[in-house]
């Protein structure tokens, strides 16, 4: 079992930055694929960004790219995601995914969430 904890959310004006993070706790996060989800009022959840058990493998959807930062310390269990040049539309709850390395999401970790809301 892995569970996560993610923190950093708040209130920010449009082009701020916020940095979200998810701590693992149970089991290291080194074997595991870490991810990024979002999910607005009314809209479906989305993949945000992704990094592979080999760092250099990064995914981010469209809409972020150039904004936002994935990363992850696997001595502190922990990934982060640094979101810069922040839009109204990134208003949403936040998720931080664990999914074993080859697994789908939907066989992975999920935590509870952090709000982020974006005012212009």
């Known amino acids: 079992q892995v569970q996560l904890v993610e923190s950093g959310g708040g209130l920010v004006q449009a082009g701020g930055s916020l940095r979200l993070s998810c701590a693992a706790a149970g089991r290291t996060i080194s074997s595991y694929v870490m991810g990024w989800f979002r999910q607005a009022p009314g809209k479906e959840r989305e993949l945000v960004a992704r990094?592979?058990?080999?760092?250099?493998?990064?995914y981010y959807t469209d809409s972020v790219k150039g904004r936002f930062s994935i990363s992850r310390d696997n001595e502190k269990n922990t990934v982060y995601l640094q979101m810069n040049s922040l839009k109204p539309e990134d208003t949403a709850l936040y998720y931080c995914?664990?999914?074993?390395?080859?697994?789908?999401?939907?066989?992975?970790?999920w935590g509870q969430g952090t709000q982020v809301t974006v005012t212009s």
């Open positions: 995914a664990a999914v074993p390395n080859g697994r789908g999401w939907e066989q992975g970790y």
């Open positions: 990094i592979g058990v080999i760092t250099g493998n990064i």
